[in-house]
């Protein structure tokens, strides 16, 4: 009965779904493994954001550049305030604000600038709104951060800001704002100055349960389903052809089936009437008998 199993037309159905299984399952795996990376991601930077906050600070150069394990870390510095800049459209506890952006002149020669974001002040930006900054030499306190990509954060992009503003903390954005190098990344004091309300550290880029850990999640389901549906495909096909087998081998078609009745055919031109069968043949006797 399954000796239809030998044809070349099974033989690559049977070659397609010994390939097929085994591909669904590790892609499923595999897509499994990148959610729990993910998952396992986000509890290290939760650990690490708490240890962060208890250790001691530490020389903004001995920090840099900043990664996946720098980012977080408190970094100290010191020197003399220079450009402010605000930075619109920022939620915190659920209002919207604005950062205040100062870059800090730091002591060491190379004459590059630090962007500290000093706190966060609700409504619209305004630089009526945002205190000055302290005179004279100071030393800032706060969490590392890597520099944000355009667009980060809800703030508008490059372009149609007014002047005075800022869309992201990165150099690439003040390279063309300030007179002088900048550090390719900021600062977050873990006290803002008065009137300001501090910003909290974000967590790094890839770290966290995002939509993109949910869609591993989802992909890991969509390859198991396949497999299986592989296999559900693969036995109704083998039950199918056996039904049709077992049928061929005891001489039942669809035409042959009991309790079917064949059509007369065509091909064998119209029924012939015998003269004895005929009505008009009958004597005038047997019609009248």
């Known amino acids: 009965m399954y000796r239809f ?8 159905i049977n070659v397609f779904v010994v390939l097929a299984i085994p591909f669904c399952v590790f892609m499923g795996s595999w897509q499994l493994g990148r959610f729990e990376d993910r998952v396992q991601g986000h509890k290290d930077a939760s650990a690490q954001s708490t240890a962060n906050e208890k250790a001691a600070p530490r020389p903004l150069g001995s920090l840099l550049p900043v990664d996946q394990t720098t ?16 930075v619109p459209d920022r939620e915190l506890d659920g209002r919207t604000g604005f950062y205040v952006v100062t870059l800090l002149r730091t002591d060491g020669g190379d004459g590059r600038a630090l962007p500290v974001v000093r706190g966060w002040v609700p409504g619209t930006a305004s630089a009526a709104k945002a205190p000055a900054a302290p005179r004279g030499e100071v030393t800032v306190t706060g969490a590392l951060q890597a520099s944000e990509s355009p667009g980060s954060g809800g703030a508008p992009a490059a372009g149609g800001l007014p002047a005075g503003q800022l869309g992201a903390i990165s150099a690439a954005s003040l390279v063309n704002l300030v007179p002088y190098d900048v550090y390719d990344a ?104």
């Open 71 to 86: 980012s977080g870390k408190r970094a100290t510095a010191t020197g003399h305030y220079g450009k402010q800049l605000l």
């Open 186 to 289: 900021w600062v977050t004091l873990d006290k803002a100055d008065a009137g300001m309300t501090a910003v909290p550290a974000t967590a790094p880029e890839g770290s966290g349960l995002d939509l993109k850990a949910f869609q591993n999640l989802g992909y890991t389901g969509e390859w198991f389903v396949f497999a299986g549906f592989v296999v559900f495909m693969w036995f109704r096909l083998l039950r199918r052809e056996a039904e049709f087998a077992r049928d061929a081998s005891l001489g039942l078609t669809e035409s042959d089936a009991p309790g079917t009745e064949s059509a007369p055919d065509a091909s064998d031109g119209p029924a012939t009437v015998s003269p004895q069968d005929s009505p008009e043949s009958a004597s005038p006797e047997t019609a009248r008998g």
């Open 5 to 12: 199993l030998l044809t070349p037309r099974w033989w690559g």
